[in-house]
Protein backbone atom coordinates (compact mmCIF):
# COMPACT_ATOMS: atom_id res chain seq x y z
CA UNK A 1 0.00 0.00 0.00
CA UNK A 2 1.20 3.21 -0.92
CA UNK A 3 0.94 6.20 1.80
CA UNK A 4 0.46 10.16 1.12
CA UNK A 5 1.57 13.00 3.65
CA UNK A 6 -1.97 14.53 4.79
CA UNK A 7 -0.86 18.17 4.03
CA UNK A 8 1.44 19.52 5.91
CA UNK A 9 1.37 17.37 8.75
CA UNK A 10 3.40 14.60 9.40
CA UNK A 11 0.89 12.07 9.31
CA UNK A 12 0.89 9.53 6.43
CA UNK A 13 -2.63 8.11 5.52
CA UNK A 14 -3.03 5.08 3.05
CA UNK A 15 -3.45 6.12 -0.85
CA UNK A 16 -7.46 3.92 0.15
CA UNK A 17 -9.42 5.38 2.89
CA UNK A 18 -11.70 3.41 4.14
CA UNK A 19 -15.49 5.07 3.73
CA UNK A 20 -18.11 3.65 6.33
CA UNK A 21 -20.86 5.84 5.34
CA UNK A 22 -23.18 3.16 4.70
CA UNK A 23 -22.78 1.66 8.50
CA UNK A 24 -25.46 1.14 10.37
CA UNK A 25 -27.75 1.21 7.44
CA UNK A 26 -26.68 -1.32 4.62
CA UNK A 27 -24.04 -2.81 6.84
CA UNK A 28 -24.78 -4.33 10.39
CA UNK A 29 -22.10 -3.71 13.26
CA UNK A 30 -20.43 -7.10 12.77
CA UNK A 31 -20.20 -6.21 8.76
CA UNK A 32 -18.32 -2.92 9.87
CA UNK A 33 -15.79 -4.92 12.10
CA UNK A 34 -15.21 -7.44 9.46
CA UNK A 35 -14.05 -4.97 6.81
CA UNK A 36 -11.82 -2.52 9.45
CA UNK A 37 -10.21 -5.87 10.11
CA UNK A 38 -9.60 -7.08 6.16
CA UNK A 39 -9.05 -3.37 5.30
CA UNK A 40 -6.05 -2.52 8.47
CA UNK A 41 -4.62 -6.58 6.83
CA UNK A 42 -3.97 -4.77 3.64
CA UNK A 43 -2.29 -2.07 4.96
CA UNK A 44 -5.28 0.50 5.22
CA UNK A 45 -4.82 2.58 8.06
CA UNK A 46 -6.90 5.57 6.98
CA UNK A 47 -11.18 5.73 8.09
CA UNK A 48 -13.36 8.11 7.17
CA UNK A 49 -16.48 9.21 9.10
CA UNK A 50 -18.99 11.83 10.01
CA UNK A 51 -21.00 12.55 12.58
CA UNK A 52 -23.95 12.38 10.29
CA UNK A 53 -23.73 9.26 9.22
CA UNK A 54 -24.99 6.40 8.10
CA UNK A 55 -26.50 7.81 4.71
CA UNK A 56 -29.31 8.27 3.95
CA UNK A 57 -29.50 10.51 6.61
CA UNK A 58 -32.17 10.14 9.45
CA UNK A 59 -33.07 11.23 12.96
CA UNK A 60 -33.77 6.81 14.04
CA UNK A 61 -29.70 6.66 12.58
CA UNK A 62 -27.72 9.40 12.88
CA UNK A 63 -24.60 8.85 14.96
CA UNK A 64 -24.79 5.09 14.78
CA UNK A 65 -21.62 4.91 12.05
CA UNK A 66 -19.70 6.75 14.76
CA UNK A 67 -20.43 4.23 17.50
CA UNK A 68 -19.67 1.12 15.62
CA UNK A 69 -16.27 2.45 14.99
CA UNK A 70 -16.00 3.16 18.57
CA UNK A 71 -16.93 -0.60 19.42
CA UNK A 72 -14.36 -1.92 17.61
CA UNK A 73 -11.90 0.71 18.67
CA UNK A 74 -12.81 -0.45 22.43
CA UNK A 75 -13.10 -4.18 21.87
CA UNK A 76 -9.65 -4.23 19.81
CA UNK A 77 -7.45 -1.49 21.60
CA UNK A 78 -5.82 -0.53 18.15
CA UNK A 79 -6.59 3.23 18.54
CA UNK A 80 -2.85 4.13 17.45
CA UNK A 81 -3.19 1.87 14.44
CA UNK A 82 -5.70 4.10 12.25
CA UNK A 83 -5.77 7.93 11.08
CA UNK A 84 -9.88 8.47 12.49
CA UNK A 85 -11.51 11.45 10.63
CA UNK A 86 -14.91 12.64 11.00
CA UNK A 87 -17.06 15.44 10.14
CA UNK A 88 -18.91 17.99 11.64
CA UNK A 89 -22.83 18.52 9.73
CA UNK A 90 -23.06 21.87 7.85
CA UNK A 91 -26.67 23.51 7.68
CA UNK A 92 -29.96 21.92 6.80
CA UNK A 93 -30.61 18.66 8.58
CA UNK A 94 -32.99 19.56 11.15
CA UNK A 95 -32.01 16.66 13.22
CA UNK A 96 -29.07 17.85 13.84
CA UNK A 97 -28.51 21.01 16.02
CA UNK A 98 -31.94 21.98 14.66
CA UNK A 99 -30.33 22.32 10.74
CA UNK A 100 -28.58 25.13 12.06
CA UNK A 101 -25.55 27.18 10.82
CA UNK A 102 -22.13 25.95 11.97
CA UNK A 103 -20.64 27.82 14.61
CA UNK A 104 -18.20 28.04 17.94
CA UNK A 105 -21.06 26.00 20.03
CA UNK A 106 -22.48 23.98 17.72
CA UNK A 107 -18.91 22.72 16.67
CA UNK A 108 -18.12 22.11 20.46
CA UNK A 109 -21.19 19.99 20.77
CA UNK A 110 -20.37 18.32 17.34
CA UNK A 111 -16.90 17.16 18.61
CA UNK A 112 -18.10 16.47 22.13
CA UNK A 113 -20.81 13.81 20.27
CA UNK A 114 -18.78 12.64 18.11
CA UNK A 115 -15.48 11.52 20.39
CA UNK A 116 -17.89 10.24 22.93
CA UNK A 117 -19.77 8.15 19.81
CA UNK A 118 -16.03 7.15 18.75
CA UNK A 119 -14.74 6.36 22.49
CA UNK A 120 -11.41 8.03 21.80
CA UNK A 121 -10.23 11.16 23.09
CA UNK A 122 -8.86 12.95 19.65
CA UNK A 123 -9.33 12.94 16.20
CA UNK A 124 -6.40 12.79 13.54
CA UNK A 125 -8.43 14.56 11.01
CA UNK A 126 -11.58 17.14 11.86
CA UNK A 127 -13.61 18.36 9.06
CA UNK A 128 -16.23 20.49 7.93
CA UNK A 129 -18.82 18.52 6.54
CA UNK A 130 -20.25 21.26 4.17
CA UNK A 131 -19.95 25.51 4.05
CA UNK A 132 -22.54 27.02 5.86
CA UNK A 133 -22.47 29.52 2.66
CA UNK A 134 -25.19 28.82 -0.31
CA UNK A 135 -22.83 27.62 -2.76
CA UNK A 136 -21.87 25.39 -5.54
CA UNK A 137 -21.74 22.39 -3.48
CA UNK A 138 -23.30 18.42 -3.98
CA UNK A 139 -23.93 18.86 -7.61
CA UNK A 140 -25.31 22.67 -7.95
CA UNK A 141 -25.20 24.09 -10.88
CA UNK A 142 -25.11 28.01 -11.53
CA UNK A 143 -24.08 30.61 -9.06
CA UNK A 144 -26.89 32.86 -7.15
CA UNK A 145 -25.27 34.37 -4.24
CA UNK A 146 -23.33 37.35 -5.19
CA UNK A 147 -23.73 38.90 -1.98
CA UNK A 148 -20.09 40.05 -1.93
CA UNK A 149 -20.82 42.04 1.35
CA UNK A 150 -22.66 38.65 3.54
CA UNK A 151 -21.09 36.92 6.28
CA UNK A 152 -19.68 34.57 5.26
CA UNK A 153 -15.69 34.96 5.89
CA UNK A 154 -16.45 36.06 9.82
CA UNK A 155 -18.01 32.77 9.45
CA UNK A 156 -15.86 31.23 8.45
CA UNK A 157 -13.19 32.87 10.82
CA UNK A 158 -15.30 31.92 13.60
CA UNK A 159 -15.32 28.07 12.56
CA UNK A 160 -11.67 27.86 12.01
CA UNK A 161 -10.78 29.89 14.90
CA UNK A 162 -13.20 27.25 16.89
CA UNK A 163 -10.82 24.57 15.23
CA UNK A 164 -7.75 26.17 16.28
CA UNK A 165 -8.99 25.64 20.00
CA UNK A 166 -9.22 22.05 19.57
CA UNK A 167 -6.08 21.76 17.84
CA UNK A 168 -4.64 23.49 20.87
CA UNK A 169 -6.44 21.50 24.11
CA UNK A 170 -5.14 18.21 21.73
CA UNK A 171 -8.68 16.84 20.68
CA UNK A 172 -8.06 17.41 16.92
CA UNK A 173 -4.97 16.92 15.35
CA UNK A 174 -5.27 18.24 11.99
CA UNK A 175 -8.42 19.94 9.93
CA UNK A 176 -10.14 19.74 6.66
CA UNK A 177 -12.74 21.06 4.70
CA UNK A 178 -15.65 19.40 2.49
CA UNK A 179 -17.55 20.09 0.17
CA UNK A 180 -15.97 23.60 -0.70
CA UNK A 181 -15.35 25.89 -3.67
CA UNK A 182 -11.99 27.42 -4.74
CA UNK A 183 -12.99 30.81 -2.62
CA UNK A 184 -13.80 28.57 -0.07
CA UNK A 185 -10.58 27.25 0.53
CA UNK A 186 -8.56 30.24 -0.05
CA UNK A 187 -10.92 31.69 2.46
CA UNK A 188 -9.01 29.19 5.19
CA UNK A 189 -5.78 29.24 3.77
CA UNK A 190 -5.42 33.27 4.19
CA UNK A 191 -6.99 33.18 7.49
CA UNK A 192 -5.22 30.74 9.16
CA UNK A 193 -1.94 32.61 7.86
CA UNK A 194 -3.63 36.05 8.86
CA UNK A 195 -4.20 35.02 12.62
CA UNK A 196 -1.97 31.96 12.87
CA UNK A 197 -4.52 29.51 12.91
CA UNK A 198 -4.60 25.82 11.71
CA UNK A 199 -4.00 25.56 8.05
CA UNK A 200 -6.21 23.19 6.39
CA UNK A 201 -4.40 19.65 5.40
CA UNK A 202 -7.24 18.16 3.02
CA UNK A 203 -10.49 18.81 0.92
CA UNK A 204 -13.01 16.21 0.83
CA UNK A 205 -15.09 16.21 -2.80
CA UNK A 206 -16.41 14.39 -5.64
CA UNK A 207 -14.04 13.43 -7.79
CA UNK A 208 -14.83 10.47 -10.34
CA UNK A 209 -14.83 9.83 -14.25
CA UNK A 210 -18.32 11.51 -14.27
CA UNK A 211 -17.06 14.07 -12.16
CA UNK A 212 -13.80 15.84 -12.50
CA UNK A 213 -15.10 19.17 -12.17
CA UNK A 214 -12.19 19.08 -9.10
CA UNK A 215 -9.59 19.69 -11.76
CA UNK A 216 -10.83 23.03 -12.96
CA UNK A 217 -9.36 25.21 -9.84
CA UNK A 218 -9.57 23.38 -6.97
CA UNK A 219 -6.38 20.99 -8.30
CA UNK A 220 -3.78 23.69 -8.72
CA UNK A 221 -4.66 25.11 -5.26
CA UNK A 222 -4.74 21.61 -3.67
CA UNK A 223 -0.87 20.75 -5.48
CA UNK A 224 0.45 24.52 -5.33
CA UNK A 225 -0.98 24.73 -1.09
CA UNK A 226 -0.41 20.97 0.03
CA UNK A 227 -4.72 21.07 0.41
CA UNK A 228 -4.93 17.51 -1.42
CA UNK A 229 -7.57 16.07 -2.44
CA UNK A 230 -9.55 13.07 -0.22
CA UNK A 231 -11.66 11.64 -3.05
CA UNK A 232 -15.16 10.83 -2.40
CA UNK A 233 -17.63 8.94 -4.70
CA UNK A 234 -15.23 7.65 -6.52
CA UNK A 235 -17.48 5.45 -8.42
CA UNK A 236 -19.94 7.71 -8.39
CA UNK A 237 -22.67 5.93 -6.78
CA UNK A 238 -21.57 2.29 -7.96
CA UNK A 239 -22.49 3.96 -11.56
CA UNK A 240 -18.71 3.11 -12.86
CA UNK A 241 -18.55 -0.60 -11.34
CA UNK A 242 -21.22 -1.46 -14.69
CA UNK A 243 -23.78 -3.36 -12.52
CA UNK A 244 -26.13 -0.66 -13.77
CA UNK A 245 -25.52 -0.69 -17.52
CA UNK A 246 -28.38 -1.18 -19.80
CA UNK A 247 -30.92 0.04 -16.62
CA UNK A 248 -30.14 -2.59 -14.63
CA UNK A 249 -31.35 -2.06 -11.13
CA UNK A 250 -29.89 -4.98 -8.80
CA UNK A 251 -31.83 -5.80 -5.59
CA UNK A 252 -30.08 -4.08 -2.47
CA UNK A 253 -27.53 -1.36 -4.70
CA UNK A 254 -27.57 1.77 -2.93
CA UNK A 255 -29.77 3.72 -6.18
CA UNK A 256 -32.05 1.05 -6.35
CA UNK A 257 -32.90 0.93 -2.38
CA UNK A 258 -32.70 5.11 -2.15
CA UNK A 259 -33.90 7.10 -4.64
CA UNK A 260 -32.73 10.32 -3.18
CA UNK A 261 -29.35 9.24 -5.02
CA UNK A 262 -30.07 10.53 -8.48
CA UNK A 263 -27.03 12.38 -9.17
CA UNK A 264 -25.37 10.21 -11.62
CA UNK A 265 -28.33 8.80 -12.98
CA UNK A 266 -29.03 10.87 -15.72
CA UNK A 267 -29.13 9.92 -19.43
CA UNK A 268 -25.68 11.74 -20.07
CA UNK A 269 -24.24 10.07 -17.57
CA UNK A 270 -25.20 6.64 -18.36
CA UNK A 271 -24.07 7.33 -21.11
CA UNK A 272 -20.61 8.19 -20.56
CA UNK A 273 -20.44 5.27 -18.03
CA UNK A 274 -21.76 2.65 -20.70
CA UNK A 275 -18.40 3.94 -23.09
CA UNK A 276 -16.17 3.67 -19.43
CA UNK A 277 -17.62 0.14 -18.75
CA UNK A 278 -16.73 -0.40 -22.35
CA UNK A 279 -13.41 0.43 -22.56
CA UNK A 280 -12.47 -1.34 -19.00
CA UNK A 281 -13.95 -4.53 -20.75
CA UNK A 282 -11.92 -3.97 -23.91
CA UNK A 283 -8.86 -4.27 -22.22
CA UNK A 284 -9.57 -6.53 -19.96
CA UNK A 285 -10.11 -4.55 -16.63
CA UNK A 286 -12.13 -4.57 -14.03
CA UNK A 287 -15.12 -1.22 -14.46
CA UNK A 288 -14.59 -0.50 -10.88
CA UNK A 289 -11.06 -0.84 -10.69
CA UNK A 290 -9.69 1.22 -13.68
CA UNK A 291 -12.14 3.95 -12.10
CA UNK A 292 -10.52 3.76 -8.50
CA UNK A 293 -6.89 3.23 -10.45
CA UNK A 294 -7.39 7.01 -12.43
CA UNK A 295 -7.98 8.67 -9.17
CA UNK A 296 -5.12 6.44 -7.70
CA UNK A 297 -2.47 8.02 -10.13
CA UNK A 298 -3.50 12.01 -9.56
CA UNK A 299 -0.91 14.25 -8.08
CA UNK A 300 -3.37 16.06 -6.40
CA UNK A 301 -5.10 13.14 -4.72
CA UNK A 302 -4.38 12.47 -0.98
CA UNK A 303 -6.50 9.33 -0.12
CA UNK A 304 -9.49 7.67 -2.49
CA UNK A 305 -12.26 6.63 0.13
CA UNK A 306 -13.71 3.86 -1.53
CA UNK A 307 -16.79 2.63 0.12
CA UNK A 308 -18.47 -1.36 0.07
CA UNK A 309 -21.92 -3.26 1.21
CA UNK A 310 -20.15 -6.61 0.61
CA UNK A 311 -16.50 -8.05 1.53
CA UNK A 312 -16.74 -9.21 -2.53
CA UNK A 313 -16.76 -4.97 -3.61
CA UNK A 314 -13.72 -4.03 -0.43
CA UNK A 315 -11.30 -6.56 -1.85
CA UNK A 316 -11.72 -5.83 -5.28
CA UNK A 317 -11.59 -1.56 -4.64
CA UNK A 318 -8.55 -2.19 -2.81
CA UNK A 319 -6.70 -4.28 -5.40
CA UNK A 320 -7.00 -1.13 -7.64
CA UNK A 321 -4.16 0.51 -5.45
CA UNK A 322 -1.98 -2.45 -7.38
CA UNK A 323 -3.41 -1.31 -10.74
CA UNK A 324 -1.20 0.39 -13.10
CA UNK A 325 -2.98 2.01 -16.36
CA UNK A 326 -1.78 1.84 -19.74
CA UNK A 327 -1.51 5.09 -21.96
CA UNK A 328 -3.55 3.05 -24.09
CA UNK A 329 -6.44 3.09 -21.30
CA UNK A 330 -5.72 6.56 -20.17
CA UNK A 331 -6.17 7.56 -23.89
CA UNK A 332 -9.48 6.05 -24.12
CA UNK A 333 -10.37 7.82 -20.77
CA UNK A 334 -9.44 11.16 -22.10
CA UNK A 335 -11.45 10.50 -25.38
CA UNK A 336 -14.21 9.71 -23.36
CA UNK A 337 -14.22 12.63 -21.19
CA UNK A 338 -14.00 15.28 -24.73
CA UNK A 339 -16.64 13.54 -24.94
CA UNK A 340 -18.84 13.62 -22.03
CA UNK A 341 -17.52 16.10 -20.32
CA UNK A 342 -19.01 16.22 -16.72
CA UNK A 343 -22.07 14.73 -17.38
CA UNK A 344 -22.73 14.45 -13.26
CA UNK A 345 -20.59 18.19 -11.68
Known sequence: ??????????????????????WGQQNTCDEAFEQIDYALSQGINFLDTAEMYPVPPIAETQGRTEEYIGRWLAETGRRRDIVLASKATGPGHQHVRDGAPLDRDSILQAIEGSLSRLQTDYLDLYQIHWPNRDTNFFGKLGYGNAAAN???????????????????????????????????????????????????VSIQNPYNLLNRSFEIGLS???????????????LAFGMLSGKYCGGARPEGARITLFERFQRYNKPESEAAMEEYVALAKKHGLDPAQMALAFINRQPFVTSNIIGATTMAQLRSNIESAQLALSDEVLAGIEAIHQRHPNPAP
Open 1 to 22: MEYRKLGNSDINVSLICLGTMT
Open 220 to 234: EIAIREQVGLLAYSP
Open 150 to 200: DDSERQIHEILSTLGELCADGRVKTVGISNETPWGVMQYLQLAAEYELPRV
